[in-house]
């Protein structure tokens, strides 16, 4: 495994491993975001798996399986999920299922022989009047267990015109790095698992 890996987003290079909150405005900006990092990752033959809002996201994405490497591409390379099968499934969200769901999947594309995984989520999803969306930051925190030591880099996709600055500055602490307008920044405010969780539940 290569000490770093370029997502293909403008000159940044995340470690294997990478849990980072990439901030964007608008659809465009999100697409543009999305497009780069896996097509990247599919040139490379990567896993590639990423969960988006809406059905239109997820038929632009399936272009972008097509345009990248056309009948070439194995089955199975990427994956497009929406939330009512992954982060909403059952109605509800729930961080323990969706832990397992990202457990699961790495452990799932090693068994099929890929050596890394690209993995994003497009978290509007949270702010639907779900049962559960509340435990969202702390999803995020446990969500470094995960991540952390696996040949993996992970994006969590937030819409700065839609999240409020409540729930930006609790995101903000569970990823130990954020990505905005192209520039990778270490997170200074970042907060390991136990103590968020500690301090969230006191």
């Not at 990439?22 to 999305?34: I, K, T």
């Not at 993995?119 to 049962?131: F, K």
Request: hydrophobic residues 40%.
């Amino acid at each position: 495994m290569t000490d770093t890996v370029w997502t293909g987003i403008d000159d940044v290079s995340l470690q294997p491993g990478s849990h980072v909150c990439a901030f964007y405005r608008g659809a465009m900006d999100r697409d543009r975001l999305l497009t780069a990092y896996f097509g990247t990752g599919l040139t490379a033959g990567d896993k590639c798996i990423c969960i988006v809002d809406s059905p239109d996201t997820a038929s632009r994405l399936e272009l972008l399986r097509h345009s990248t490497a056309g009948p070439s591409l194995p089955d199975g390379q990427f994956d497009v999920h929406l939330p009512e099968s992954t982060y909403l499934a059952g109605g509800r969200f729930t961080s323990s299922e969706m832990l397992t769901f990202w457990t699961e999947s790495l452990i799932k594309a090693e068994i099929e022989g890929y050596s890394f995984c690209r993995l994003a989520g497009e978290m509007t999803w949270a702010l639907r009047d779900m049962p559960g969306v509340e435990h969202l930051a702390g999803y995020e925190s446990e969500l470094n267990r995960v991540t952390s030591g696996s040949a993996a880099i992970v994006l969590c996709l937030y819409d700065l015109d839609l999240f409020s600055g409540e729930v930006v500055v609790n995101i903000v602490k569970t990823h130990p790095q954020v990505l905005i307008q192209g520039i990778l920044v270490e997170n200074p405010y970042y907060v390991g698992p136990d103590e968020f969780l500690r301090s969230a539940h006191a």
